[in-house]
């Protein structure tokens, strides 16, 4: 989902239920910390081989390099990038791959996998025009090898929200399956979120990487459009952009939020820790509006809002990419998100990578 405006956060870490009103989590089960070490900006209409830098909506890093997914619908690609994490050198644009389809794409996440040396790719489709989303499997060249059949469900446009679909994507633990997730809810599931407490489930999935067959789902609760309650705009919304499999039942996801109407730009990023240990299978519920479930426990990891100072013009930008980057000299960690500049179409927006140290607990 293209999202054109800059982000504020609210500090407030949800665990919502079914049948419960919001309840706060107290316990701190964070296995890492996250500090931010430096951002990088890659220029605007950057020009490389013949295209525009620009509407990366997803990164991935394996085997030294990254990839950025551009979500350009006439021009399908993405980028292997450069990103020195321990000095303050400039992002280097290495390679395009364009990406060969079969109809009409709407690109948004991407992860390569190493152990077959191909990557896998989703499109959000388009709602409107009854196209359903879809995830593709494309060799380095571009080539495409595999549109996955996927559970029946996501095939039901009617039941699909227009740019709210397969923001997400990640290979699990093993390498031998998807992980991906609803940016919102299914019509059948409940409301998009709004500006009042509520329940909000999104759909997390995970699929056998080479049959498409449905192996687990369980429902994120997102929260509420954290704005007042009685905004200045009329357009508001909170959704997921992107996913990051720890293991089996823990995950890194992305919210993002925007309200319409304020001065200071409206909007919300910020990353959760869920575990989804004993979050109730929902594979086989057409609907959770009268169902009895438990939800994925989410708790908030990082806010951005503490770092906005310490970025280009106060921006936190259209987050919406997330991986494990490679260590930093003291031996940690790194975590890297990427923007999605959305080509600046809408505003002066910022295509940045902010980098953070990993800390375990």
């Known amino acids: 989902m293209r999202v054109k405006f800059y982000f504020i956060p609210f500090l407030s870490i949800l665990f919502l239920t079914n049948c419960a009103s919001v309840k706060t989590s107290k316990k701190n089960t964070l296995p890492f910390t996250l500090t931010f070490k430096q951002e990088k900006i890659i220029p605007a209409n950057l020009k490389f081989q013949n295209t525009v830098v620009g509407g990366l909506s997803s990164i991935d890093y394996a085997n030294g390099t990254y990839y950025a997914i551009c979500d350009d619908k006439n021009n399908p690609r993405y980028y292997q990038l450069d990103v020195p994490v321990n000095s303050s050198d400039k992002v280097k644009i290495k390679k395009v791959v364009l990406l060969q389809t079969n109809g009409d794409v709407d ?8 152990t077959e040396k191909v990557v896998f790719w989703t499109s959000e489709g388009n709602i409107r025009k009854e196209i359903p989303p879809a995830i593709f499997k494309s060799d380095t060249l571009g080539s495409l090898l595999q549109n996955l059949t996927l559970p029946k469900p996501f095939y039901n446009t009617k039941n699909l929200r227009h740019n709210g679909t397969f923001e997400g994507l990640s290979l699990s633990k093993d390498n031998k399956s998807l992980w991906f997730n609803m940016e919102l809810p299914f019509k059948s599931d409940g ?15 995970k699929i056998d990487k080479k ?49 319409s109407g304020y001065k200071d730009g409206g909007n919300t990023v910020r990353i ?59 031996g940690n960690r790194t975590l890297l998100v990427i923007s999605d500049d959305n080509f600046r179409k809408f505003s002066k927006q910022l295509q940045q990578i902010i980098i953070f140290e990993v800390t375990e607990k």
């Open 107 to 114: 690109p948004e996440s991407l992860r390569f996998d190493a």
């Open 191 to 205: 409301d998009e979120p709004k500006i009042s407490e509520g329940k909000y489930p999104i759909r997390i999935t």
């Open 211 to 259: 049959t498409g067959e449905l192996q687990k789902q369980f429902a994120y609760m997102l929260g509420k459009i954290p704005k007042d309650s009685n905004p200045p705009g009329k357009f508001r919304v909170n959704g997921v952009p992107e996913i990051l499999s720890l293991d089996d039942t823990h995950f890194l996801l992305i919210e993002r939020a925007y309200a």
């Open 272 to 330: 959760y820790y869920v575990d989804s240990s004993n979050a109730t299978d929902i594979s086989t519920y057409n609907s959770l509006e009268k169902k009895t479930y438990v939800p994925a426990k989410k708790t908030l990891l990082f806010d951005f809002e503490s770092i906005r100072s310490k970025l280009t013009n106060g921006i936190v930008d259209n987050i919406e990419g997330i991986t494990f980057g490679p260590k930093l000299a003291n």
